[in-house]
Protein backbone atom coordinates (compact mmCIF):
# COMPACT_ATOMS: atom_id res chain seq x y z
CA UNK A 1 0.00 0.00 0.00
CA UNK A 2 1.51 3.59 -1.07
CA UNK A 3 1.61 6.00 1.59
CA UNK A 4 0.44 9.09 0.23
CA UNK A 5 1.31 11.37 3.23
CA UNK A 6 4.95 9.83 3.61
CA UNK A 7 5.26 10.43 -0.57
CA UNK A 8 3.49 13.83 -0.45
CA UNK A 9 5.94 15.20 1.57
CA UNK A 10 9.10 13.76 -0.02
CA UNK A 11 7.95 15.15 -3.32
CA UNK A 12 7.15 18.89 -1.96
CA UNK A 13 11.27 18.81 -1.41
CA UNK A 14 11.71 17.30 -4.95
CA UNK A 15 12.58 13.98 -4.30
CA UNK A 16 12.76 12.39 -7.17
CA UNK A 17 12.71 8.60 -5.96
CA UNK A 18 9.25 9.75 -4.07
CA UNK A 19 7.96 11.12 -7.66
CA UNK A 20 9.29 7.79 -9.24
CA UNK A 21 7.03 5.71 -6.58
CA UNK A 22 4.41 7.46 -6.95
CA UNK A 23 4.70 7.15 -10.99
CA UNK A 24 5.39 3.29 -10.83
CA UNK A 25 2.36 3.17 -8.36
CA UNK A 26 -0.32 4.90 -9.88
CA UNK A 27 0.17 4.74 -13.45
CA UNK A 28 -2.11 2.15 -14.25
CA UNK A 29 -4.91 4.01 -12.13
CA UNK A 30 -4.34 6.87 -13.97
CA UNK A 31 -4.62 5.51 -17.42
CA UNK A 32 -7.93 3.68 -16.40
CA UNK A 33 -9.45 6.89 -14.90
CA UNK A 34 -8.33 8.57 -18.02
CA UNK A 35 -9.27 5.23 -20.90
CA UNK A 36 -12.78 5.56 -18.69
CA UNK A 37 -13.76 8.55 -19.44
CA UNK A 38 -12.07 8.98 -23.14
CA UNK A 39 -14.25 5.65 -24.07
CA UNK A 40 -13.47 5.07 -27.69
CA UNK A 41 -11.94 8.63 -28.00
CA UNK A 42 -8.61 7.79 -27.81
CA UNK A 43 -6.03 5.77 -28.74
CA UNK A 44 -3.38 3.98 -26.01
CA UNK A 45 -1.23 6.51 -27.44
CA UNK A 46 -3.45 9.06 -26.37
CA UNK A 47 -4.07 7.46 -22.64
CA UNK A 48 -0.24 7.62 -22.19
CA UNK A 49 0.25 10.99 -23.30
CA UNK A 50 -2.31 12.23 -20.81
CA UNK A 51 -1.24 10.20 -18.01
CA UNK A 52 2.47 11.21 -18.82
CA UNK A 53 0.55 14.95 -18.42
CA UNK A 54 -1.29 14.26 -15.62
CA UNK A 55 2.74 13.49 -13.84
CA UNK A 56 4.36 16.34 -14.91
CA UNK A 57 1.73 18.17 -13.46
CA UNK A 58 2.51 16.52 -10.34
CA UNK A 59 5.64 17.46 -10.33
CA UNK A 60 4.81 20.80 -11.79
CA UNK A 61 3.20 21.59 -8.59
CA UNK A 62 4.89 19.42 -6.38
CA UNK A 63 5.88 22.45 -3.82
CA UNK A 64 1.78 23.87 -3.89
CA UNK A 65 0.11 20.60 -3.33
CA UNK A 66 -2.78 20.77 -0.79
CA UNK A 67 -4.03 17.48 -0.21
CA UNK A 68 -3.34 14.74 1.66
CA UNK A 69 -4.98 12.33 -0.99
CA UNK A 70 -2.75 11.83 -3.45
CA UNK A 71 -5.39 9.63 -5.35
CA UNK A 72 -7.89 11.71 -5.51
CA UNK A 73 -5.87 14.69 -6.95
CA UNK A 74 -4.30 12.37 -9.59
CA UNK A 75 -8.12 11.30 -10.46
CA UNK A 76 -9.26 14.60 -10.46
CA UNK A 77 -6.27 15.73 -12.68
CA UNK A 78 -6.74 12.55 -15.21
CA UNK A 79 -10.61 13.37 -15.67
CA UNK A 80 -9.78 16.72 -16.66
CA UNK A 81 -7.10 15.87 -19.16
CA UNK A 82 -9.51 13.68 -20.57
CA UNK A 83 -12.23 15.81 -21.07
CA UNK A 84 -10.02 18.54 -22.70
CA UNK A 85 -8.86 15.89 -24.59
CA UNK A 86 -12.41 15.18 -25.83
CA UNK A 87 -13.41 18.75 -25.97
CA UNK A 88 -10.29 19.84 -28.25
CA UNK A 89 -11.46 17.10 -30.44
CA UNK A 90 -14.65 19.22 -31.66
CA UNK A 91 -16.67 15.66 -32.14
CA UNK A 92 -19.24 15.38 -34.54
CA UNK A 93 -22.40 14.76 -32.96
CA UNK A 94 -24.96 13.16 -35.66
CA UNK A 95 -26.76 10.10 -34.17
CA UNK A 96 -26.54 8.01 -31.28
CA UNK A 97 -25.86 4.45 -31.96
CA UNK A 98 -26.07 1.13 -30.06
CA UNK A 99 -22.62 1.52 -29.81
CA UNK A 100 -22.43 4.75 -28.31
CA UNK A 101 -25.95 3.74 -26.07
CA UNK A 102 -24.46 1.25 -24.59
CA UNK A 103 -21.15 3.21 -23.29
CA UNK A 104 -23.67 5.34 -21.61
CA UNK A 105 -25.00 2.86 -19.00
CA UNK A 106 -22.74 2.19 -15.57
CA UNK A 107 -20.94 -1.10 -16.99
CA UNK A 108 -20.14 -1.60 -13.56
CA UNK A 109 -23.52 -2.84 -12.69
CA UNK A 110 -24.38 -6.07 -11.67
CA UNK A 111 -27.04 -6.58 -14.34
CA UNK A 112 -26.58 -9.36 -17.16
CA UNK A 113 -25.03 -9.18 -20.42
CA UNK A 114 -28.40 -9.26 -22.05
CA UNK A 115 -30.22 -6.56 -19.12
CA UNK A 116 -27.50 -4.17 -20.18
CA UNK A 117 -28.14 -4.59 -23.99
CA UNK A 118 -31.87 -4.43 -23.10
CA UNK A 119 -31.14 -0.99 -21.11
CA UNK A 120 -28.98 0.31 -23.87
CA UNK A 121 -31.91 -0.09 -26.27
CA UNK A 122 -34.60 1.34 -24.11
CA UNK A 123 -31.73 4.36 -23.75
CA UNK A 124 -31.77 5.31 -27.39
CA UNK A 125 -35.58 4.85 -27.53
CA UNK A 126 -35.48 7.61 -25.29
CA UNK A 127 -33.07 10.05 -26.95
CA UNK A 128 -34.55 9.13 -29.90
CA UNK A 129 -38.23 10.16 -28.86
CA UNK A 130 -36.43 14.04 -27.62
CA UNK A 131 -36.76 16.77 -30.00
CA UNK A 132 -32.91 16.84 -31.60
CA UNK A 133 -32.01 20.09 -29.59
CA UNK A 134 -32.48 18.63 -26.54
CA UNK A 135 -31.18 15.28 -27.32
CA UNK A 136 -27.96 17.03 -28.56
CA UNK A 137 -27.49 19.44 -25.63
CA UNK A 138 -27.85 16.43 -23.48
CA UNK A 139 -25.60 13.97 -25.17
CA UNK A 140 -22.77 17.22 -25.76
CA UNK A 141 -23.06 17.71 -22.03
CA UNK A 142 -23.61 14.36 -19.72
CA UNK A 143 -22.13 12.01 -23.05
CA UNK A 144 -19.03 14.04 -23.81
CA UNK A 145 -18.65 16.33 -21.09
CA UNK A 146 -18.53 19.61 -22.63
CA UNK A 147 -19.33 22.44 -20.02
CA UNK A 148 -23.06 24.49 -21.45
CA UNK A 149 -20.47 27.02 -21.94
CA UNK A 150 -18.64 25.33 -24.83
CA UNK A 151 -22.31 23.60 -25.83
CA UNK A 152 -23.01 27.16 -26.12
CA UNK A 153 -20.13 28.59 -28.26
CA UNK A 154 -20.10 25.31 -30.66
CA UNK A 155 -24.03 25.22 -31.57
CA UNK A 156 -24.63 29.33 -31.49
CA UNK A 157 -27.21 29.29 -29.16
CA UNK A 158 -27.16 31.21 -25.84
CA UNK A 159 -26.05 29.52 -22.32
CA UNK A 160 -29.82 30.49 -20.86
CA UNK A 161 -30.83 28.06 -23.50
CA UNK A 162 -28.24 25.28 -23.22
CA UNK A 163 -29.60 25.05 -19.81
CA UNK A 164 -33.18 25.62 -20.28
CA UNK A 165 -32.69 22.41 -22.94
CA UNK A 166 -31.01 20.71 -20.48
CA UNK A 167 -33.55 20.96 -17.66
CA UNK A 168 -36.25 19.80 -20.52
CA UNK A 169 -34.54 17.10 -22.04
CA UNK A 170 -33.65 15.27 -18.46
CA UNK A 171 -37.32 16.30 -17.75
CA UNK A 172 -38.52 14.46 -20.93
CA UNK A 173 -36.54 11.98 -20.93
CA UNK A 174 -37.19 10.75 -17.13
CA UNK A 175 -40.44 10.86 -17.86
CA UNK A 176 -40.40 8.80 -21.05
CA UNK A 177 -37.93 6.11 -19.07
CA UNK A 178 -40.54 6.14 -16.49
CA UNK A 179 -43.45 5.25 -18.75
CA UNK A 180 -40.66 2.54 -19.87
CA UNK A 181 -40.06 1.44 -16.80
CA UNK A 182 -36.41 1.50 -16.30
CA UNK A 183 -36.96 4.53 -13.39
CA UNK A 184 -38.38 4.42 -10.01
Known sequence: MIDDKRLLRKL?????????????????????????????????????ELSADVFYELWRNRGTLETSHLRGW?????????????????????????????????LSDNFSRLEK???????KSALDKLRKPEREVLLRYYYYNQTVAIIAEETGINVATVKTRLQRGRAKLKEILEKGGLTK
Open 12 to 48: ASSDEEAFREIVSGYSRYVSTVIANQLRDFGSTTVIE
Open 117 to 123: EEQAREI
Open 74 to 106: LSAVARNKAKNYIRSQKIIFESLDETTAENIID
